[in-house]
């Protein structure tokens, strides 16, 4: 069957309710009264609405509105890198939504042991499997996948520490794509949307800057979604982690795009700009972008520390251990002060 992906262009979240009311009508026929709803947003770590981190509170306030109306009971979940659902929420403005509708906050918990096609045992939230997903993705780049788009948006389903391990587990970059695939496939959300009023470029998802986008999409196929926005932002689909993993796969199926959007973004630092040419690449493959504590900012708070899944940060001697560090990236993400650079190294091994 052919999916649709549908983009509309919307500059401000003050419009962003009439126009995904519009766009959510079609999918109206998955839902019947009295279904379990789980709604994933993006609640990667705590942080303000106008920081475009996490999905804005406006997108949820309208997906919440649409499946109350449809007499559904949703509850708004996640399983944040930083922090818990509930301090993500106060933050990012989705509490003050959540208590005004009477949605609760869950912070996904709950494990249970699946298997997917690569990868078994992957722990993730009951909740997550036995409810109809409704997945709200952000879209920004991202220091280690490329891009976070919907596919990756339900790595969240994953309980707590968990995630940390499996970057370790993972290994390299093809194959934690396959892992945040398997995810999505067990998930399995009803639809995606992609919340790309505000996004990020640069160094993403939490520390890189700001970007103007103007989209709102919504598909019942987050792979044909996630496709689409690589491609009308002009990146080859092939670095972008997941989407080439998809490809790979044979998980992309065949799609239609409704509407006309197309935007720009400034990838992370951590892409190379030109291709290396082939001789040169075993040398390339040595030059890294490590991240680095910028001593001048770090408030010593540990949380890096405490998430790095190689224990290769020591904050009492501001020091990242080069030889255990997998390159993930996750001490980026989740520093709350903008404290890890990530500059270029040589490394021998
Ligand atoms: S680098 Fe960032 S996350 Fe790590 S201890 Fe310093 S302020 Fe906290
Ligand atoms: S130091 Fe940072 S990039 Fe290296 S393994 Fe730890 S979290 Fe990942």
């Not at 949703?74 to 509490?95: L, N, R």
């Not at 239609?256 to 040419?277: A, F, M, Q, R």
Request: aromatic content about 6%.
């Amino acid at each position: 069957m052919t999916s649709r992906v549908s983009f509309r262009r919307c500059d401000t979240y003050e419009d962003a309710h009439d126009v995904l009311n519009d766009l959510l009508l079609p999918f109206e026929k998955y839902f019947s009264k009295g279904d379990e709803v789980l709604v994933k947003p993006n609640m990667l770590s705590p942080r303000k609405p106008e920081e475009a981190v996490t999905t804005h509170p406006k997108i949820l306030e309208a997906v919440l509105k649409f499946l109350l109306d449809l007499g559904t009971t949703p509850v708004v979940g996640d399983s944040p890198a930083s922090g818990t659902a509930m301090s993500v929420a106060k933050k990012a403005g989705i509490h003050e939504v959540c208590e005004r509708l009477n949605v609760p906050i869950l912070n996904l918990n709950d494990p249970v042991e699946t298997n997917g096609e690569v990868y078994k045992k992957i722990k993730i939230s009951e909740t997550a499997i036995t409810r109809k997903v409704v997945n709200i993705a952000k879209l920004k780049t991202h220091s280690q996948m490329v891009m976070t788009l919907g596919v990756k948006n339900t790595f969240g389903c994953v309980v707590g520490m968990e995630k940390a391990g499996w970057h370790l587990r993972a290994g390299t970059n093809e194959r934690f794509a396959d892992l945040l695939i398997d995810v999505h496939l067990i998930v399995s959300p009803v639809i995606t949307i992609m919340d790309g009023i505000e996004g990020m470029e640069g160094n993403g998802p939490a520390n890189g800057v700001k970007k103007h986008f103007g989209l709102l999409a919504v598909s019942d196929n987050a792979f044909a979604l996630d496709y689409a926005i690589v491609e009308a932002l002009n990146v080859d689909p092939e670095i972008v982690y997941t989407v080439k993993r998809s490809i790979d796969r044979g998980l992309i199926p065949e799609f239609v795009v409704d509407g006309e959007w197309k935007g720009e973004i400034k990838l992370p630092s951590t892409v190379p700009v030109v291709p290396v040419p082939k001789p040169l690449q075993s040398l390339a493959r040595r030059f890294v972008r490590v991240p680095k504590i910028n001593v001048n900012r770090c408030v010593r708070c540990r949380i890096c520390e405490n998430t790095c899944p190689a224990g290769a940060i020591d904050i009492d001697r501001t020091r990242i251990d080069y030889s255990k560090c997998i390159r993930c990236y996750v001490c980026h993400e989740v520093c709350p002060e903008d404290a890890i650079l990530l500059v270029r190294k040589f490394l021998m091994r």
